[in-house]
């Protein structure tokens, strides 16, 4: 026995060290625990847990998760009366064990809708869809869903309103309905309004003028997501700040909710991310096939860092950060606008190891 206990007092010794050594650590939700949410969006992999390095990774940087698919109508919704929440109940459970804050995206959207849906004609019909659909979901989660984007992508660039086939068949009213239908299901999740390039002039107005006039109506409107779909040299901070300041100056919180840096081109100089686009690729449209020059890696270092300079400076105003996807390898830049291409949007690598823009984030907070 006289030889056993120094053993274990060195092994427990040992433990302690390990332990201590890994809370201190630093992760991105520990040093951006006290200025806003750190999320990340997950794919029916990760939700279910099928990678142990992925899920370790995601445990340990973030905070926040917003389903990448799962929860969007075809998926969840895929008949008139046929629900299927099996990923959604797991995307859940994952969440809560995990203590994170849950988003839920998304309940009205133009696209990726079921088939069925798109064939809705008339506003008795379309009525009867959302109040079903927005009541059934959000119900099912209440108490346990912390926000929801309740309308997605609703306008055009210049601020007007998307022909789709919501608008066709309720006109205007739709956004005042689907609003009212989530804060009647759920009252105390927060709705929010979430769009891409709503950093922009024109767009930006648009939503500001479209969540006036939904709270006018009665609806409850508490934030607005601006997808974040963002280039190396656009857009401007000058224009980041600006939407950051009139969002927050008509009462609502701002969460940057899709966050990638793309550091390829685009053709036609194209911007957002509207899904329905597709172009043809290139050499020239894909010049970064095997791995990202350092020159670059700088680049995109110093535009995650300009900006999160700013979303410090702001901290106040803003509730979530939310990265669209874990790593490289998952983004879906890789597809879009163009097929087959390899882009470097996020800050940890295809083999999941962090890149100097991860550093630079870090290092913003030391």
Same mark, same amino acid.
């Given at each position: ?91 859940? !459970?994952? =969440? @809560?064990?995990?203590?994170?804050? %849950?988003?839920? #995206? ?6 990726? $809708? ?102 006018? !109506?009665? =609806? @409850?409107?508490?934030?607005?997501? %601006?997808?974040? #779909? ?6 401007? $901070? ?122 630079? $984030? ?5």
């Amino acid at each position: 026995m006289k030889l056993i206990k120094p053993c274990l007092l060195a092994i427990t010794a040992l433990l302690f060290v390990n332990c201590t050594a890994q809370k201190k650590i630093s992760s991105l939700k520990d040093v951006y625990k006290k200025d806003f949410y750190i999320g990340t969006a997950l794919s029916a992999n990760q939700i279910e847990q099928k990678d142990a390095k992925v899920n370790s990774l995601i445990c340990k940087e973030f905070n926040a998760i917003t389903a990448e698919n799962i929860m969007k109508s075809m998926f969840i919704h895929p008949q008139k009366d046929k629900y299927d929440f099996a990923l959604t109940d797991k995307f859940v !459970a994952y =969440g @809560k064990k995990n203590k994170m804050y %849950i988003h839920g #995206h998304t309940l009205i959207w133009h696209s990726q $809708l079921a088939p069925w849906m798109t064939q809705i004609k008339d506003s008795t019909e379309m009525k009867a869809f959302m109040k079903d659909h927005i009541t059934t979901i959000v119900s099912k989660y209440k108490g346990r869903i912390d926000s929801w984007d309740v309308v997605n992508e609703a306008l055009n660039e210049d601020g007007t309103l998307r022909k789709s086939v919501f608008l066709n068949t309720l006109g205007e009213q739709y956004l005042i309905d689907a609003f009212k239908l989530a804060a009647a299901a759920d009252p105390k999740t927060d709705l929010y309004y979430n769009d891409y390039n709503n950093e922009e002039p024109a767009k930006r107005e648009g939503t500001i003028n479209l969540i006036k006039k939904i709270k006018a !109506a009665g =609806g @409850k409107v508490d934030g607005v997501g %601006i997808q974040a #779909h963002w280039r190396l040299e656009s857009p401007s $901070l000058e224009e980041i700040e600006k939407s950051i300041l009139a969002y927050s100056a008509i009462g609502v919180k701002v969460a940057f909710t899709e966050l990638d840096i793309t550091v390829l081109p685009n053709p036609w100089d194209l911007k957002g991310a509207d899904v329905n686009q597709n172009f043809e690729g290139s050499a020239k449209m894909n010049p970064y096939p095997e791995s990202l020059p350092d020159s670059v890696q700088e680049k995109l270092a110093q535009r995650y860092s300009d900006i999160f300079k700013l979303f410090l400076k702001h901290k106040d105003k803003i509730s979530r950060v939310t990265f669209w996807g874990v790593y490289d390898g998952q983004s879906w830049l890789n597809d879009w606008p163009i097929k087959g291409r390899t882009n470097y949007p996020l800050l940890f690598d295809t083999q999941l190891k962090p890149k100097k823009a991860y550093n630079a $984030l870090i290092d913003l907070k030391k």
